[in-house]
Every structure is written in structure tokens, then in C-alpha cells.
Nanobody, 122 residues
Framework: QVQLVESGGGLVQAGGSLRLSCAASGHTFSSYRMGWFRQAPGKEREFVVAIGTSGGSTYYADSVKGRFTISRDNAKNTVYLQMNSLKPEDTAVYYC???????????????WGQGTQVTVSS
């Protein structure tokens, strides 16, 4: 069993930065590929980025390439999402997920966090 708790969301102006964290409980964190998703009001939840079990093998959605960076610290059971050059269209609830495949396909996600709100003002 893995519990995921996101933090770090908030309100930021366009062009600003935020760093999200996702802290995991349980001793199996390092065996999971981890991903971040987001869901804007009235839209479906969409994939943002995923990272391999050892911190390599990242995979980004085109919409965030060059602006967002995922990392993880297995000693701290935590995955991070550094978000730079934020745009109003990045406004969403951001969720972390524990995944069993490369692209964090929905059918291979075992656990979700509760989400953290990110709001980017123009």
C-alpha cells in the first residue's frame, strides 16, 4: 500500500515558478515509476510527465517540455515537479501517481494522490 500526498501548489503570476512535491508512504516507492497529471476545470485529467524508478528515463508531455522538470529522491520517498515559465493554461489540480509502465497509462496506475491546486494568473 502506498499513500501519496502532494504539496506546493498555490497562486503565481504568469512567467513565475512553483515546485510541487509528492511524498509517499510505504516501502515500495522506489519500485514504482512516478508520474504527474493535471486536471483543469471542465477538462479531463491529462498526463504531464513521468520518471523512472531510479530517476532517469523521463517522459514529458509536449505542452510542458522545456518548462517543467521532474525529479525524485528515493531516500526521502518524494517526487518533485519544478514548474517554470508558468502560463495561465497550466492552471489545474495537479496529481501524482504511482505507475507500473513507462507512460503511466491509466490502467497501470496503482495509486493517486489527492491533488494540489495550481493557479496561474495572467
Amino acid at each position: 500500500q502506498v499513500q501519496l500526498v502532494e504539496s506546493g501548489g498555490g497562486l503565481v503570476q504568469a512567467g513565475g515558478s512553483l515546485r510541487l512535491s509528492c511524498a509517499a508512504s510505504g516501502h515500495t516507492f522506489s519500485s514504482y515509476r512516478m508520474g504527474w497529471f493535471r486536471q483543469a476545470p471542465g477538462k479531463e485529467r491529462e498526463f504531464v510527465v513521468a520518471i523512472g524508478t531510479s530517476g532517469g528515463s523521463t517522459y514529458y508531455a509536449d505542452s510542458v517540455k522545456g518548462r517543467f522538470t521532474i525529479s525524485r529522491d528515493n531516500a526521502k520517498n518524494t517526487v518533485y515537479l519544478q514548474m517554470n515559465s508558468l502560463k495561465p493554461e497550466d492552471t489545474a489540480v495537479y496529481y501524482c501517481a504511482a505507475c507500473r509502465d513507462y507512460s503511466c497509462s491509466r490502467q497501470y496506475i496503482d495509486y493517486w494522490g489527492q491533488g494540489t491546486q495550481v493557479t496561474v494568473s495572467s
